[in-house]
């Protein structure tokens, strides 16, 4: 008697499950993709120059990083002694752009990490649900 409703029960659970799924799956290949969600992602990192005195050696940043691969923007501030960088994450890393700028006379440069903010819960459920969406996307 209790195998039964044990098989029952899982075969009601197993189809909920597999509905679900194929809920979520159509869902997230319901419409097409946009231009931006084709695009490749890019990161975005900043470091401190506060080691930095020199004002042209933030001229010399600005001009050396404009060009390297994989870097899509570099934006130095002398004034506040910060570099940001947006880059393509597959092409550099963190790490290199880091070395780079050391190997440029900033020995002590490091990573420059801001506190976090609380943020609204919904969107951290949009976002939730926007990795679900584009890890079952086929399109």
Do not use: H
Not at 61 to 78: D, L, P, R, Y
């Amino acid at each position: 008697m209790k195998n039964s409703k044990l098989k029952k029960w899982s075969k009601r659970l197993l189809l909920t499950f597999g509905m679900v799924f194929l809920t979520l799956f159509v869902w997230a290949n319901w419409e097409e993709s946009t231009i931006t969600e084709k695009l490749p992602t890019i990161n975005l990192v900043t470091f401190d120059l506060s080691s930095l005195k020199d004002e042209n050696s933030f001229a010399l940043i600005q001009e050396e990083f404009n060009s390297k691969k994989g870097v899509t923007a570099c934006a130095v501030n002398s004034k506040s002694k910060l570099v940001t960088f947006t880059f393509y994450p597959d092409v550099t890393s963190k790490e290199e752009l880091l070395d780079d700028l050391q190997s440029l006379g900033g020995k002590s440069v490091c990573m420059k990490i801001f506190p976090s903010k609380a943020g609204c819960p919904v969107q951290g459920t949009k976002d939730f649900f926007g990795k679900i969406k584009e890890s079952l996307k086929f399109r």
